[in-house]
């Protein structure tokens, strides 16, 4: 690598908006040549500072194997938001030059509409068979960290959501135990066509740092965290109003959730020290 791309790569990382200024005001073919040269992590991290619709322009003139690259390294939802602004043939090509996990999670995110729960949801989330056993579904949780939150969702065969356990419940269960006879039925859950708005004036929100994503036939498509929608509240305020309910409900439930969250830390961590590996609980 070059000493001056060396300096490049470094500035893009520590002065993104500086960089993403200076890629504004090139044409296209030119703002691909730097692009290209960043290591794919570094351009992802660079694209979302830059006007959308440059950015997409940007993202459709790379080549594939670099727009593959670089869309794989940026949050599921920012790519979602660029390739939104991408004519629908190019994203066709663009999701099937991604492996088979991303473009899932990208599709399912491009089905519904961009101000909906569906729109702006993860659906990179860890579910459970409710066919399971407990320790199946510890082993199973072993096996795939990567998308493991303090909530288990559990779904039947055709993938709809029939409960809900934290893992908290999960470790102090009894091993041998159907995961069917620890999960609560009684779920808070969100339309995926159900419009931001109503998705903020959620009462759910007081409760539950996470509420599952479905659609019209209770199949689970994904979550909406607290934060995220914390976020996207405050990015939304000028087209929502000083709503104070919506303001208080989500208030309420972060500090629910702050001293929530804590417990449940303790509870799992006193429950993993004391359970002896091929212990029942």
Do not use: K
């Amino acid at each position: 690598m070059s000493a001056i791309l060396q300096v490049v790569e470094h500035y893009a990382m520590t002065h993104p908006d500086d960089v993403a200024r200076r890629l504004e005001r090139l044409d296209v073919d030119d703002a691909v040549l730097v692009v290209s040269a960043l290591p794919p992590d570094n351009a992802a991290a660079l694209l979302p500072h830059v006007a959308q619709s440059h950015a997409a322009r940007i993202l459709t003139a790379l080549s594939a194997e670099a727009a593959a690259a670089v869309t794989v390294a940026m949050p599921v939802d920012l790519a979602a938001s660029l390739l939104r602004r991408v004519e629908p043939p190019v994203v066709v090509r663009m999701l099937s030059a991604l492996p088979a996990e991303q473009s899932r999670s990208l599709g399912a995110l491009l089905a519904h509409e961009p101000l909906t729960a569906g729109g702006v949801m993860d659906p990179e989330v860890f579910t459970l068979p409710v066919t399971a056993s407990v320790a199946d579904a510890r082993d199973l949780i072993a096996a795939n960290p990567e998308h493991l939150y303090y909530y288990v969702y559990v779904v039947d065969a055709q993938q709809r959501l029939v409960g809900v356990l934290d893992i908290a419940q999960l470790l102090q269960a009894d091993a041998n135990a159907p995961v069917r006879t620890v999960v609560s039925p009684h779920v808070t859950w969100l339309s995926a066509d159900a419009p931001l708005p109503s998705v903020f004036a959620h009462p759910g929100w007081r409760a539950f740092d996470a509420l599952p994503v479905v659609d019209l036939d209770g199949r689970f498509l994904g979550v909406l965290r607290h934060r995220r929608m914390r976020q996207l509240q405050e990015e939304d305020t000028p087209a929502s109003g000083d709503d104070s309910a919506v303001r208080t409900v989500m208030a309420l439930g972060e500090v629910y959730w702050l001293g929530l969250c804590g417990l449940l830390q303790g509870i799992a961590s006193t429950a993993s020290e004391s359970a002896a590996p091929g212990d029942a609980s």
